[in-house]
């Protein structure tokens, strides 16, 4: 644990503890790992959540999806900017955070200002994704046929590895903004953006459940991402869920959607195609009286 | 009984079949495998048989994983030596040609569907081969337009797309799956359904007869090993399929985590929602084209229907009522509106979920109209006295066989609604405009049919939510599958 540089008093050091339903448990497990900063000092001491806490952290969002897809467009594109507020706000802090765990001073700076840049990105997109991909069918009966998005509900996502925020912010602001709600499990080797940026969600007003965020072992927790009954889709950002007869496979459970991120750069990721991937087409036909 | 009973003497109708005599069949049918018919390596040789007689109509091909091979890699060499490199408005150019030679051979391969998956004629000759030949016509003008299609995007091929269809729509379901693929520069193995294998067949010669290049068309008769076979064929980029959740699962267990893209049609169980405000005699005639189209064979029938209690008992009675005047029988006559039930081991499962519906203690009525002795038919049958749990409530069965609840509220019925694996399609009937839209945006469907059921149409994507699938055929949305959205920066 570090001490101030600037004066001999002791630094309050942050506990880093899960976030889900809006508040931030320990895992119900007891369990940590210890995270190691340089020269392999304690950094922290980080929840290692179990099944259990990711089973906790679904029943958060399947609560909080529907309000949250009820939501207007317009709303949920301020909130997503208020979390860019609150980010801008506390850039400093995730600056020092991410070199705490490892990036250098500038890499850490451009992915805190990337990051905030993105979800001003994908909030503007709120209420326009929808008019991009939607259709009015020409069917040739005598018909209305529209084709529009809906959220395909909650999504899990497998944050990349390497880029512990901006990978984060980009799969969380794509998946809400479109009417999802979240679990996602932050970067094992750099866990704590993620942990300070559940702290921004809380305060940029996001309602609780809507992003649940958890630490953990990824070896672990895969196959519980994937199997699990009430999860509608699994982003992976990496390759290591997603090797053949890996635990991708458990998706087949439930026809679970599964969105492969892992050959995406985060760096040039702003793309509306992304909010796409974890929206379902839903086609309705109307007579057209004669 | 008055004069004007439908059920009465005076409302039979004479036979009225459909002529056989200008359809040419072969006697054997062989592999299509780079533009030209050969023989399976093992010669081994199965029989597809008419389901409304039982007799033999022709000999097919069946594949063996070396077969599948030999496509898949034809395919390849097609796609990368013409087909991927064809200017995208001279491949649209092959497909609007084979939109109109199938609509210059519509009847013969309506009647030639008819035969060999026991589909009344009048939906061969005005649905399916109708829409078949649209498909094409409509995907052959995305040819050179993608990026229209996806803005901001280069969308380039995937390569290979094995695609493996189901019995209850066989030439239709091969122009789904082949136009998209076709007008997008991928090329193709089609597996068709060993109890179908015809029209693919017949459409094989028609693509030779266009002249497409060798190889963009392989289509590859066999039964589930075949499909198994392609599926795991390591030289394909895409897989799709259309057929039962069961099967979309294995699918998805082999290809999840591997570059093989895949999208799935699966099975439905689909509610049909009818308000105490619906026009009724309208809403009657809904439910019987949603469930008893194409003898219940479709996965997106309309096989739950779900009346509001203050309506229940008069509906009931008109539903009962209009059923009797269905016509079960040849599916080559043209008054017959419920054909044959596609082959016997069809018909034995549909027999095992009426007995079983009966066990679990719900009253069965089934209209008592006459039935032929030879083939395989099933009266059109519903089931009052259900609950949720009930698992002909639960489960597809996939013939003639309606469930009926009821329901008090709106809540009461988007619950019922949505309590289901399944999520391919809903019907909503009811006057409100309102209600129509409350309801089609909180079921968990892909389709949603209001005040009208089982429409289809090349424009209009298709596809479901939750265990009935993956992806989208159809509209411009059914051309996602079959391209890689390559763009600046964002991707490898």
Redesign the interface.
């Given at each position: 644990m570090s001490r101030d540089k600037e004066s001999p008093r002791l630094r309050v050091a942050k506990t880093y503890k899960l976030f889900i339903g809006g508040r931030f448990p320990r895992s119900e497990s007891g369990r940590y790992f210890a995270l190691a900063g340089s020269g392999g000092k304690l950094t922290a001491n980080v929840s290692r959540a179990s099944r259990k806490d990711f089973r906790d952290a679904v029943v958060a969002a399947r609560a909080a999806q529907s309000a949250w897809a009820a939501s207007s467009a317009y709303l949920r594109g301020q909130i997503v900017y208020r979390i860019a507020e609150m980010l801008e706000d506390r850039s400093s802090q995730f600056a020092a955070e991410l070199r705490e765990q490892g990036r250098s001073q500038a890499r850490s700076r451009a992915e805190v200002q990337a990051s905030i840049d993105r979800l001003v990105y994908f909030a503007g997109w709120a209420d326009k994704y929808q008019q991009v991909f939607s259709s009015v069918n020409p069917v040739a009966s005598s018909h209305f046929c529209f084709s529009l998005l809906e959220p395909m509900g909650v999504v899990a996502v497998m944050a990349p590895e390497r880029s512990a925020l901006l990978g984060l912010v980009t799969n969380i602001a794509a998946a809400i903004i479109g009417g999802n709600t979240v679990v996602a499990l932050a970067s094992e080797s750099r866990p704590l953006s993620a942990i300070s940026f559940a702290e921004v969600l809380q305060a940029g007003d996001v309602p609780a459940g809507v992003v649940n965020v958890l630490t953990g072992y990824r070896a672990e927790l895969a196959e519980h991402f994937a199997s699990h009954m009430d999860v509608n889709a699994l982003v992976c950002c990496d390759d290591d869920v997603l090797p053949p007869e890996g635990p991708a496979t458990g998706t087949a459970n439930n026809i679970k959607r599964l969105v492969d991120r892992s050959a995406l750069d985060w760096r040039s990721s702003a793309d509306p195609y992304l909010i796409r991937e974890t929206q379902e087409t839903k086609t309705t036909w109307h007579p057209i009286a004669s | 009984m008055s004069d004007n009973d439908p059920t009465s003497e005076t409302w039979q109708y004479a036979a009225a079949p459909e002529a056989t005599d200008h359809i040419l069949l072969d006697e054997r049918y062989e592999l299509f495998i780079g533009g030209r018919f050969v023989a399976p390596r093992k010669h081994d040789y199965r029989e597809t048989v008419n389901p409304a007689t039982e007799d033999s109509l022709a000999q097919w091909a069946a594949a063996d994983s070396d077969d599948i091979d030999t496509a898949v890699k034809a395919a390849r060499k097609a796609q990368r030596s013409t087909w991927g490199k064809m200017k995208p408005a001279e491949r649209g150019k092959y497909l609007f040609r084979i939109a109109r030679m199938i609509q210059e051979r519509a009847r013969e391969f309506a009647v030639i569907e008819s035969m060999d998956g026991g589909k009344p004629i009048r939906e061969s000759r005005d649905v399916d081969v109708p829409l078949a030949a649209?498909h094409f016509f409509y995907y052959a003008g995305w040819a050179d337009k993608l990026t229209y299609a996806?803005?901001?995007?280069d969308p380039q091929p995937l390569g290979v797309a094995g695609q493996i269809i189901p019995w209850n729509f066989p030439l239709l379901m091969a122009a789904w799956k082949i136009a998209p693929a076709l007008a997008t520069g991928n090329t193709v193995v089609l597996k068709p359904a060993e109890t179908t294998p015809l029209t693919a067949l017949k459409l094989a010669e028609l693509v030779q007869e266009a002249d497409l290049p060798a190889g963009v068309v392989n289509v590859v008769t066999g039964d589930g090993t075949a499909g198994a076979a392609l599926v795991a064929n390591g030289g394909i980029d895409k897989l799709a399929f259309t057929g039962s959740?069961a099967v979309?699962?294995?699918i998805?267990?082999r290809l999840?985590?591997?570059t093989t893209r895949y999208t799935?049609e699966?099975g439905g169980k689909a509610a049909n929602i009818v308000f105490a405000d619906a026009a009724i005699d309208e809403a009657v005639e809904g439910i019987v084209n949603a469930i008893f189209f194409n003898q219940g064979h479709v996965c997106c029938a309309g096989s739950r229907l779900l009346v509001q209690e203050s309506v229940a008992d008069e509906l009931l009675a008109k539903l009962k009522s209009r059923m009797a005047t269905l016509v079960v029988g040849d599916p080559l006559d043209k008054n017959t509106d419920i054909g044959a039930i596609n082959s016997r081991e069809q018909w034995q499962r549909i027999q095992r979920y009426l007995e079983l519906g009966v066990d679990e203690g719900a009253s069965l009525y089934q209209t008592d109209s006459p039935i032929p002795e030879r083939g395989y038919y099933c009266a059109p049958s519903l089931f009052t006295g259900v609950s949720q749990s009930h698992r002909v409530v639960q489960e597809e069965i996939f013939g003639p066989v309606l469930t009926v609840q009821t329901f008090r509220t709106f809540d009461e019925g988007l619950t019922k609604a949505n309590n289901t694996?399944y999520g391919l399609s809903g019907g909503v009937w009811t006057d409100k405009g309102s209600k129509?839209f409350k309801m089609?945006?909180q079921l968990r469907?892909?389709?949603?049919?209001?005040?009208?059921f089982n429409?289809f149409?090349p424009?209009?994507?298709?596809?479901g939510?939750?265990?009935?699938?993956?992806g989208?055929e159809g509209?411009?949305?059914g051309l996602d599958a079959y391209v890689e959205?390559g763009?600046?920066?964002?991707?490898?």
């Open positions: - | 649209a996806f803005p901001g995007t959740t979309g699962r294995e998805q267990q999840a985590g591997t799935l699966l694996p129509i089609s945006s469907a892909g389709v949603i049919w209001a005040n009208t429409k149409d424009t209009a994507p298709f596809g939510y939750k265990e009935s699938g993956v989208r509209g411009l949305h959205l763009r600046r920066g964002a991707r490898r």
